[in-house]
């Protein structure tokens, strides 16, 4: 990137303010709001370079960040907060500063989220008389934006999980929110103490999304078995239709993939992602011969939904097969290679 012309800082933050405050957010996204309508967007082209000037140097880095606080402390529009999910890290780092900051007031939901639950956890459990409370509630908000950010979604499948949990009360919500971020500090004993207080092990939220899911996407195995013997259920699919058994067979999550085949039903090993591929497929793929072994022989995974898959040419199609055929000793014949 050129160097940027020399002026003042006064001048770079009017700079700034304007780009920022030319976008018509609540214009974009209405009805529905889907990060991909943003990617392409000619009126949202200047700010995506805009944020790109974050890379030039801390000064604009910090002109940058302090413009996007200002902003959003005046207009938190929801559709801002779909375009900043296209970055994600710095999304999350406004997000925790706006819930700490006690004077923004405007209804962004996931800033409230994070706000209420934190506000929750440390007036509903139990802490030691010496622990300083406006510390702790700002670990649990850390925990509750790293859920998040592992739980980024679109408006579709956000609008599902709001629609499936509008009955739940502040309490029950805040109470099932509270578990997942618990599960990202892997907090043995706060994950144990949310659940006595019957904390839903299989809530899906729009914001936090599912604990079991949390645990194995950061393999967190003592955390998911500890869920496990509380009922956790392979249901929760990301916004790209994975489970937590695709995540770990993606991962190469051996010991979760493991877990996940001797707790759960075995109807999870055969499910589909959106591009049409088990876990299994994605364990070969990536060649996790462990994974892959424990998702033939003990989860019985079926290879003929090889033929199915998305995003894969015949080729590779067919170096999979083959690949699958030398894991079960089988003739490659049998695969239709």
Same mark, same amino acid.
Request: with cysteine; glycine share 4%.
């Given at each position: 990137?050129?160097?940027?012309?020399?002026?003042?800082?006064?001048?770079?933050?009017?700079?700034?303010?304007?780009?920022?405050?030319?976008?018509?957010?609540?214009?974009?996204?209405?009805?529905?709001?889907?990060?991909?309508?943003?990617?392409?967007?000619?009126?949202?082209?200047?700010?995506?370079?805009?944020?790109?000037?974050?890379?030039?140097?801390?000064?604009?880095?910090?002109?940058?960040?302090?413009?996007?606080?200002?902003?959003?402390?005046?207009?938190?529009?929801?559709?801002?907060?779909?375009?900043?999910?296209?970055?994600?890290?710095?999304?999350?780092?406004?997000?925790?500063?706006?819930?700490?900051?006690?004077?923004?007031?405007?209804?962004?939901?996931?800033?409230?989220?994070?706000?209420?639950?934190?506000?929750?956890?440390?007036?509903?459990?139990?802490?030691?008389?010496?622990?300083?409370?406006?510390?702790?509630?700002?670990?649990?908000?850390?925990?509750?934006?790293?859920?998040?950010?592992?739980?980024?979604?679109?408006?579709?499948?956000?609008?599902?999980?709001?629609?499936?949990?509008?009955?739940?009360?502040?309490?029950?919500?805040?109470?099932?929110?509270?578990?997942?971020?618990?599960?990202?500090?892997?907090?043995?004993?706060?994950?144990?103490?949310?659940?006595?207080?019957?904390?839903?092990?299989?809530?899906? @939220?729009?914001?936090?999304?599912? #604990? $079991?899911?949390? +645990?194995?996407?950061? !393999?967190?195995?003592? =955390? %998911?078995? *500890? /869920?496990?013997?509380?009922?956790?259920?392979?249901?929760?699919?990301?916004?790209?239709?994975?489970?937590?058994?695709?995540?770990?067979?993606?991962?190469?999550?051996?010991?979760?993939?493991?877990?996940?085949?001797?707790?759960?039903?075995?109807?999870?090993?055969?499910?589909? @992602?959106?591009?049409?591929?088990? #876990? $299994?497929?994605? +364990?070969?793929?990536? !060649?996790?011969?462990? =994974? %892959?072994? *424990? /998702?033939?022989?003990?989860?019985?995974?079926?290879?003929?939904?090889?033929?199915?898959?998305?995003?894969?040419?015949?080729?590779?199609?067919?170096?999979?097969?083959?690949?699958?055929?030398?894991?079960?000793?089988?003739?490659?014949?049998?695969?239709?290679?």
């Amino acid at each position: 990137m050129p160097a940027a012309p020399h002026l003042p800082e006064e001048i770079w933050s009017l700079i700034f303010h304007n780009v920022l405050d030319s976008i018509r957010f609540e214009g974009l996204g209405s009805g529905s709001l889907v990060v991909d309508e943003f990617a392409d967007d000619d009126e949202v082209h200047a700010l995506r370079k805009f944020l790109c000037l974050r890379k030039v140097c801390r000064r604009f880095e910090a002109h940058v960040w302090t413009v996007f606080l200002d902003r959003l402390k005046r207009n938190s529009s929801r559709a801002l907060f779909g375009f900043l999910q296209m970055y994600p890290s710095f999304m999350i780092r406004v997000v925790l500063e706006l819930a700490l900051q006690h004077n923004f007031r405007q209804s962004c939901g996931l800033v409230a989220a994070v706000r209420s639950t934190a506000d929750f956890m440390v007036a509903n459990l139990a802490h030691d008389s010496h622990e300083n409370l406006d510390v702790k509630r700002e670990s649990y908000m850390r925990s509750l934006c790293g859920t998040a950010l592992i739980h980024l979604t679109d408006s579709r499948m956000a609008t599902k999980l709001r629609m499936m949990n509008k009955k739940l009360s502040f309490q029950e919500a805040s109470l099932h929110r509270a578990l997942p971020a618990a599960v990202y500090a892997n907090d043995i004993s706060l994950i144990k103490l949310l659940l006595e207080k019957g904390a839903n092990v299989n809530h899906e @939220d729009e914001y936090f999304g599912n #604990a $079991l899911y949390t +645990a194995v996407f950061l !393999r967190h195995t003592e =955390a %998911a078995s *500890l /869920l496990f013997d509380h009922g956790a259920l392979v249901e929760h699919r990301d916004m790209l239709g994975k489970t937590a058994l695709h995540v770990a067979a993606k991962q190469g999550f051996d010991d979760c993939v493991e877990l996940i085949l001797r707790r759960a039903s075995s109807s999870v090993v055969d499910i589909c @992602d959106l591009e049409r591929s088990t #876990a $299994l497929i994605w +364990a070969a793929k990536q !060649r996790y011969h462990k =994974a %892959a072994r *424990l /998702l033939l022989n003990l989860g019985k995974g079926d290879p003929f939904l090889l033929d199915f898959t998305r995003n894969a040419s015949p080729q590779e199609v067919v170096s999979l097969k083959c690949y699958i055929a030398r894991l079960l000793r089988i003739p490659r014949s049998q695969l239709g290679v």
